[in-house]
């Protein structure tokens, strides 16, 4: 399977703990981006990196968020002193974006946190 | 601000019947539209996108688009529902250079036999 995975799909945690989700894109794919997903809702837009570069984060990534892409391949989310609110789905993209064209994202299959 | 609506809920179809759901943006400059399907559990796929020619695109799984500049609208077509086809679609615009999608709220497409 050459798509774009992530890992956990499912992560439960008590509110204040810290989680860390993985994401590996496509692997020639230069960006990568993450959303979140509340039931009932739209994805809504994160953070992306353009190979290792973290060019853009949303006003949702809150100081307890970071992201990393330390090799321009697998990119890491972490959330520290978790709340309930942080409760949904987080998917991860990515795209190949060169000078002749816009492509579309490629999702993966999202990882569920559940904060209890 | 680049948004999109999905001005329905949900949408009910037969089995065999052409099937429509709508969506509508809202940019500053030329407009970078997509749809895509979500099944229930799973991540999102890509159906198709517009970025700039035929105001027709052809996508995945039978699936069609009509890009109208002048109403402001991208909705998506099938002429002929499957029962398969249910799944939660989603518009989407491309929200700047850097490429983030700035996503509609979602239609529920159910298709009966």
């Known amino acids: 399977d050459t798509g774009v995975s992530q890992d956990p799909r499912h992560k439960i945690t008590k509110r204040g703990q810290n989680v860390t989700f993985r994401c590996d894109p496509i692997?020639?794919?230069?960006?990568l981006y993450w959303y979140r997903q509340t039931l009932g809702q739209g994805p809504e837009f994160l953070t992306y990196?353009?190979?290792?570069?973290?060019?853009?984060k949303s006003r949702l990534l809150s100081d307890r968020f970071s992201a990393e892409r330390p090799k321009g391949s697998f990119s890491t989310l972490e959330i520290q002193r978790t709340e309930q609110g942080d409760s949904a789905m987080y998917l991860c993209?990515?795209?190949?974006?060169?000078?002749?064209?816009?492509?579309?994202?490629?999702f993966g299959p999202g990882t569920r946190l559940t904060v209890t | 601000a680049q948004s999109v609506a999905q001005p329905e809920d949900q949408v009910n179809v037969a089995e065999g019947n052409p099937l429509t759901v709508k969506c509508t943006y809202s940019?500053?400059?030329?407009?970078?539209l997509f749809w895509y399907v979500q099944y229930p559990n799973r991540g999102l796929q890509f159906l198709l996108k517009?970025?700039?020619?035929?105001?027709l695109v052809k996508g995945s799984y039978g699936f069609e688009a009509e890009f109208n500049k002048s109403q402001t609208s991208f909705h998506l077509k099938k002429p002929s529902a499957l029962v398969s086809d249910s799944a939660l679609y989603f518009c989407?615009?491309?929200?700047?250079?850097?490429?983030?999608?700035?996503f509609g709220q979602g239609t529920e497409l159910s298709v009966k036999p």
């Open positions: 990196f353009q190979n290792e570069a973290q060019l853009e």
């Open positions: 940019v500053s400059g030329n407009p970078y």
């Open positions: 993209a990515s795209s190949l974006t060169s000078g002749t064209g816009t492509y579309e994202q490629y």
């Open positions: 989407a615009v491309r929200g700047g250079e850097g490429g983030k999608l700035i």
């Open positions: 692997s020639e794919h230069n960006r």
């Open positions: 517009y970025i700039t020619g035929d105001n």
